[in-house]
């Protein structure tokens, strides 16, 4: 195991700022290309981090601390974002990003102030229990589970014009 | 086909930066954890990409446009960062590529002034003839490429610690 707080913290905190200064000002179709119909662009995954930060990481972790395993906490829907029709540009979705994550960070680091809470749990909808810092070690690796598809996404684009060296780049290849 | 050198060029001029937000001043566990055996950590995938600015994309576009099909241009050690003994910080590895990106695109925009020049050829070693356009293109998914490398390396140090969110989380189980 790995999981630290303090690591966890350093990762959430740079995300926002990463995706800004990689997605900031590029021509369109970089970010509203996808990976076929029903896949997402970065435009849309960045709308599906926002919606993370309002409905899912910080909420659960206030659930789980006053509910404890009492009571599972309601499910999340991860496609929510894709039903808004309030659509806002790349560059304002960027901007709420990096506001909401540190309001979120504030309150991570005001919520959990002893090594003794992560290891509370509360019980997940689907898995039953689950611990504190097993939702925190999660909430990192999504971060990182999206700039990953992002990038893939990205790249795609490019799939037939780098010619031979596809076989080269197995990320052209990746689902 | 997609390839447009602006474009491109938007790419290849953020991924410096990026990685600077992202990597810089993070706790060492993060930027020296790799996948086993033989994998290569944050620290060496920026090394890599020093390497292919100096020895790569550049000399080989400018070898392309001197000799065309007359003569492949010279093999790339893929692994040459590797072998060097001078080793970096990688916050100064971050600070050097973000240097030798940037006289590499100015380069870039001396040596093609003209659409045409796209379609122009030489040889690979392995591949055979290869254009401008594909060795520009591949240098952008090369970006890509390893900004996946890096977040997926790192996000597996978190492979157990999310618990039972590992299922959701297609990330740590991808080699």
Request: proline letters at 4%.
């Amino acid at each position: 195991m790995n999981f630290n707080l303090n690591e966890s913290i350093e990762i959430l905190e740079r995300t926002p700022q990463t995706l800004a200064v990689f997605l900031s000002n590029l021509s369109s179709e970089w970010v509203t290309c996808n990976e076929g119909q029903g896949t997402w662009n970065a435009t849309e995954v960045i709308e599906h981090l926002i919606e993370g930060e309002r409905t899912n990481w910080i909420p659960r972790l206030e659930f789980m601390l006053q509910k404890g395993e009492s009571k599972p906490f309601p499910a999340f829907n991860r496609f929510s974002h894709i039903d808004d029709s309030t659509k806002m540009s790349i560059e304002q979705n960027l901007i709420e990003f990096k506001k909401i994550r540190h309001e979120n960070i504030e309150k991570l680091k005001s919520l959990i102030t002893s090594d003794v809470q992560l290891d509370l749990t509360g019980v997940h909808p689907e898995f039953g229990p689950v611990k504190v810092k097993e939702l925190i070690s999660t909430w990192v690796a999504h971060d990182f589970t999206h700039i990953t598809q992002i990038t893939r996404v990205m790249a795609k684009r490019y799939r037939e014009d780098v010619g031979p060296w596809k076989g080269y780049l197995g990320i052209l290849n990746k689902g």
